[in-house]
């Protein structure tokens, strides 16, 4: 259950979304998907991050990535990536980003070594001569399972990309000094400081990683809770399904067939900006969108459903910084999963 398996904050982002248009650093590798997406820090900026491939190399796996600043001159991808707290990192240098194996339910953050993320440093992604060319990054994770053939990427701490495809085999072309044009490829750390690093350090098991306070969804033998992040289902402090939110709500759709017993129910939830009386009409509304949306595209006819909105009600995150005000504009959706007793 590949969304269900989220160990990022939030859910959803559109797979195999390539960049039309957009060079490949190499003619035999394409992006596999990009997206667009809000980046909390001290400003709230828009940044795009491709996903170019996902390969195996000896004893680990290396996700090569491109950033662009979405918004000339407000350096928005610099903040991309931020401390992720209760890591073995140096401050700065872990980055919010992972590899998520649905089926396994683990969740691979960058191998560290000494304390040094072995991934992208942000002092090392500045700014091209021209802001909104693409630069590439790296980030080494554990060696994956041989039978895994796909994975979810997640980044951001708000994004998720599943279903990319692992390849065998690094792509070619030149190596470059930092930050690295697109057409170009990172150094990577020494074979030896790969082999160094210890993958238990950063390999995370997914039920104990969604039972933090800020997780996202969990499931456990009886039941199943998916938190989609509001920002992108909806415009801020609207009620109106995003474009984005078709292809999500599909996805949930899908597992809910395939998994739910009983009804499901769909709880909107807000920040603490406003009223507390326009933030719950503002979280019915959005349980209703939802469930408009949804409904149709489920096609068991046992499955029902209930809708609720709870404004600003169980916060998973700190509504004092932008940063949790984001995490805690979500919808939850939950159901009995089917053989549980």
């Not at 590949?2 to 490949?24: E, H, K, M, N």
Request: glycine fraction near 8%; charge should be negative.
């Amino acid at each position: 259950m590949v969304l269900a398996a989220s160990a990022a904050i939030a859910i959803a982002a559109p797979a195999g979304a390539a960049a039309a248009g957009s060079p490949s650093p190499d003619p035999g590798m394409p992006y596999q998907a990009t997206v667009a997406y809000r980046v909390v820090g001290i400003d709230i900026a828009t940044a795009k991050f491709s996903v170019l491939t996902v390969a195996r190399v000896s004893g680990a796996t290396v996700l090569f990535y491109a950033l662009t600043d979405a918004e000339p001159g407000a350096n928005g991808w610099l903040q991309t990536f931020k401390e992720h707290l209760g890591t073995p990192y140096r401050p700065g240098q872990a980055a919010e980003i992972g590899l998520i194996d649905a089926t396994g339910q683990k969740f691979y953050m960058p191998l560290e070594n000494g304390g040094t993320c072995l991934c992208g440093i942000p002092a090392d992604l500045q700014t091209p001569a021209r802001g909104t060319d693409p630069v590439v990054g790296y980030a080494v994770m554990p060696a994956l399972p041989s039978s895994l053939t796909h994975v979810s990427v997640q980044v951001g701490a708000n994004v998720i990309i599943p279903d990319v495809p692992i390849a065998r085999t690094l792509p070619m072309g030149g190596s470059g000094a930092h930050p690295v044009p697109l057409g170009s490829w990172p150094v990577l750390p020494r074979a030896a400081d790969i082999a160094a690093a210890d993958p238990a350090v950063v390999t995370l098991d997914l039920a104990e990683n969604v039972a933090d306070k800020q997780a996202a969804s969990s499931v456990d033998a009886s039941s199943t809770t998916v938190a989609l992040n509001a920002d992108v289902l909806f415009e801020f402090a609207k009620s109106d399904l995003t474009a984005q939110a078709g292809a999500v709500l599909t996805r949930v759709a899908a597992d809910i067939d395939k998994n739910a017993s009983g009804p499901v129910s769909i709880t909107g939830y807000t920040d603490a900006v406003g009223t507390d009386a326009d933030n719950v009409v503002l979280s019915e509304q959005r349980a209703q969108a939802v469930l408009a949306a949804l409904q149709p595209l489920v096609k068991n006819p046992a499955v029902t459903f209930t809708t609720a909105g709870k404004g600003e009600q169980d916060p998973v995150a700190d509504n004092a910084t932008n940063e949790g005000r984001a995490l805690n504009r979500r919808v939850s959706i939950s159901y009995a999963t089917k053989g549980a007793k």
